[in-house]
C-alpha cells in the first residue's frame, strides 16, 4: 500500500518570503501521479499543482514549484514571494496511474505572518 | 461550470436520526468519490463510482453507511442511524478520465 508522509505538522513564514513544504511516498509503482492540496479556513479542498512521475520536468504554477525526486521519493512544495492567501492546510497526495485512489499526507499548516 | 455541488453544507442531527448527504459532480467528470475528514483520520476515501457504478466501497466504515450514484449527474451518500462519532467534514469529488479530482465544499455533519 502506498503511503505519504508530511513530517511538518505546522510552518509559519513572513509574508513575502519563501517557504518549502515537505513531502514523502512509499510506492512499488513506476507510473503515478503527485498532486499538493490547499485547504483554507473555508475548508474547501483547492489543487494547486500536480506532477507525472514520467516527467522529468517540475511542474511550475505561477508562484508554486514543486522539487520531485523520484529516486528519492520525495515531492516538496515550494511557495515564492509567500502571500496572507497562502494561510491554509496543504496536503501532499499520490495516485497511482490507472488507480482513481488518492492517497493523502497528514497536512501541513502553513500560516503566513503579516 | 459551477464546480462539484454538495448539500447540506451544514448538518446537526441527534444520534439515531437518518441522515442523507447529497452531491451533484461537475458535467462531464466520469467518477466520482465520497471522502470523510476528521482531525484524528484526516481524509478517508469511503467510496468511489466509476460510470454510475460503485467501484470500491472499502473504505465506508460501516454497514450503517450506504452510497448510491443513480446517474451521472447526482450521488448520495446515507447513515443510519447515525451516531456521534460520524461527526466529520464530508467531501465529494469528482473526476474526468485520468485527471486530478476536484473537490465540492464539503458538508459538515455534527451528531449530538
Known amino acids: 500500500a502506498q503511503t505519504v508522509t508530511q513530517s511538518q505538522p505546522e510552518m509559519s513564514v513572513q509574508e513575502a518570503e519563501t517557504v518549502t513544504l515537505s513531502c514523502t511516498y512509499d510506492t512499488s509503482e513506476n507510473n503515478y501521479y503527485l498532486f499538493w492540496y490547499k485547504q483554507p479556513p473555508s475548508r474547501q479542498m483547492i489543487l494547486v499543482i500536480r506532477q507525472e512521475a514520467y516527467k522529468q520536468q517540475n511542474a511550475t504554477e505561477n508562484r508554486f514549484s514543486v522539487n520531485f525526486q523520484k529516486a528519492a521519493k520525495s515531492f516538496s512544495l515550494k511557495i515564492s514571494d509567500s502571500q496572507l492567501g497562502d494561510t491554509a492546510m496543504y496536503f501532499c497526495?499520490?495516485?497511482?496511474?490507472?488507480?482513481?485512489?488518492?492517497?493523502f499526507g497528514t497536512g501541513t499548516r502553513l500560516t503566513i505572518i503579516p | 461550470d459551477a464546480g462539484v455541488i454538495q448539500s447540506p453544507r451544514h448538518e446537526v442531527t441527534e444520534m439515531g436520526q437518518e441522515v442523507t448527504l447529497r452531491c451533484k459532480p461537475i458535467s462531464g467528470h466520469n467518477s466520482l468519490f465520497w471522502y470523510r475528514q476528521t482531525m484524528m483520520r484526516g481524509l478517508e476515501l469511503l467510496i468511489y463510482?466509476?460510470?454510475?457504478?460503485?467501484?470500491?466501497d472499502s473504505g465506508m466504515p460501516e454497514d450503517r453507511f450506504s452510497a448510491k450514484m443513480p446517474n451521472a449527474s447526482f450521488s448520495t451518500l446515507k447513515i443510519q442511524p447515525s451516531e456521534p462519532r460520524d461527526s466529520a467534514v464530508y467531501f465529494c469529488?469528482?473526476?474526468?478520465?485520468?485527471?486530478?479530482?476536484?473537490f465540492g465544499p464539503g458538508t459538515r455533519l455534527t451528531v449530538l
Open positions: 469529488a469528482s473526476r474526468r478520465l485520468a485527471n486530478e479530482q476536484f
Open positions: 463510482f466509476n460510470n454510475n457504478v460503485p467501484i470500491d
Open positions: 497526495a499520490f495516485m497511482n496511474f490507472g488507480n482513481e485512489k488518492l492517497t
